[in-house]
Structures are given as structure tokens and as C-alpha cells.
């Protein structure tokens, strides 16, 4: 089971390889998970960003697991291909589960995306089928219109209390949400513009576990 705690989401950079030496900060940082996400993309690029990333940040923490976004055949592929892929980030719109568990078999990862009691409620259903659940949008963000309302802090208890894998909220979350969101029981923080837009990447990851961990507590 990966790390959830510090999920890190690759976001827009000047250039792939900006995106990779981000990914590697992080991996320092002990961000347990790193997905490629990279909107648009053709399958060929993502399938060249997922192999840099996931060979860089093997390099800089062989713990970390790397996850491709949405596209089951590019994540096959890299693993076909022996690159430090673990598997993927899927969403409601993508691959159903079952068809995804049965194409990357038994070892991969595999989240879904959620966001409403509904869905959550749903992803119990496959539950034997996927590793984590993502849940969101936190706050409103710029980097994906999911359609769904903000939930706000006061919405998780509920909704980690209900799924039946581990939940990781999503949505504009910074390092300085850590604390109080680690208090409502989620398993795990996404981030995507606090992480790539950070000054030193790899210290803010630092700061966000150590803000997740003391709400854990």
C-alpha cells in the first residue's frame, strides 16, 4: 500500500524536464506518491514524461510510487517496458475498475476519483478492486473543473468514514491544510500547485507531512 500522506499531482511546467525535476524533489521530500498528470497530452508524450519521472524519482526515492492519470495503456505499457511504474490514477469518466484491474492485473495500484457521497457509496462497490480513493474538489482550483461543489473541511469525517479503501483529498490543498485536514481521518493530501510552484518542493513536502503527521496525532 503506498504512502498517501504526500501525494504529489505534476502539474503545467516551462518544459517536461522542469516537471521531472520536480517529481525528483519531491520523492526527497517523501512525497509517497507521484502521478503524472499532464493536460492535454498525446499518449506518446505522456508515455515519455511517465518514463523520465518514474526513473527519476527512483533515483531519488526508490519508496515512491509513481502513477500514470487516466490511461491504462500508457501505464501498461511503461510496466511492460520495466519502468518503475506502479500503476494509476483513474477517473469517472476512464477505464471502468474492473476492466482496468483486469488489463494491469493484481500487483498494480489503482485509485478512483470521487467527490460526492454518491460516488464514494459506488467505489465501495469495487472496492476489492482499488487500492485508494481520491476525493474532492477541498476549495475550488484552476487545475481541474470537476463540476462538483467544494466540500470544505466539514464534509471528510463523513466521507472517509464511509469509504471502505483510504481517501486522499484533493482540491487546492497546501501544506497548510495538512493539520486539519489529517484531522478529519483522510488517509492522504493531494497536491498539485502548492508542490510545483514551491520555491524548494522538496522542504514543502517536509512541511506537509509534519503538518499531517501532529493532525494525525
Known amino acids: 500500500m503506498p504512502d498517501l500522506r504526500c501525494y504529489f499531482v505534476t502539474g503545467a511546467a516551462d518544459s517536461p524536464a522542469e516537471v521531472v525535476r520536480i517529481a525528483a524533489a519531491a520523492a526527497r521530500g517523501g512525497a509517497g506518491v507521484v502521478q503524472v498528470r499532464s493536460k492535454p497530452i ?7 514524461l511517465g518514463k523520465e ?9 526508490p519508496q515512491t510510487q509513481v502513477l500514470i492519470d487516466d490511461r491504462v495503456d500508457v501505464a501498461l505499457a511503461l510496466r511492460h517496458d520495466g519502468e518503475p511504474v506502479h500503476g494509476v490514477h483513474i477517473g469517472q469518466d476512464d477505464l471502468p475498475v ?13 485509485g478512483l476519483t ?12 469495487v472496492a476489492d478492486l482499488i487500492d485508494y480513493i481520491g476525493c474532492g474538489p477541498f476549495r475550488a482550483t484552476p487545475t481541474k473543473d470537476s463540476g462538483r461543489a467544494p466540500l470544505g473541511l466539514e464534509a471528510y469525517p463523513e466521507l472517509a468514514e464511509l469509504s471502505r479503501v483510504p481517501l486522499v483529498a484533493i482540491g ?16 492522504g493530501l493531494a497536491v498539485v500547485r502548492g508542490i510545483m510552484h514551491a520555491t524548494d518542493p522538496e522542504a514543502y513536502c517536509r512541511t506537509l507531512l509534519a503538518g499531517f503527521d501532529e493532525g494525525s496525532r
Open 114 to 125: 470521487t467527490g460526492t457521497r454518491e460516488l464514494v457509496e459506488n467505489a465501495n462497490q
Open 53 to 61: 519521472v518514474a526513473r527519476a524519482v527512483a533515483a531519488a526515492n
Open 98 to 110: 474492473a476492466q482496468a484491474r483486469a488489463v494491469l492485473g493484481p500487483e498494480a495500484i489503482i
Open 172 to 187: 487546492d490543498v497546501t501544506a497548510d491544510d495538512a493539520a486539519d485536514l489529517a484531522a478529519t481521518g483522510v488517509a
Open 42 to 48: 498525446t499518449a506518446r508524450d505522456l508515455y515519455l
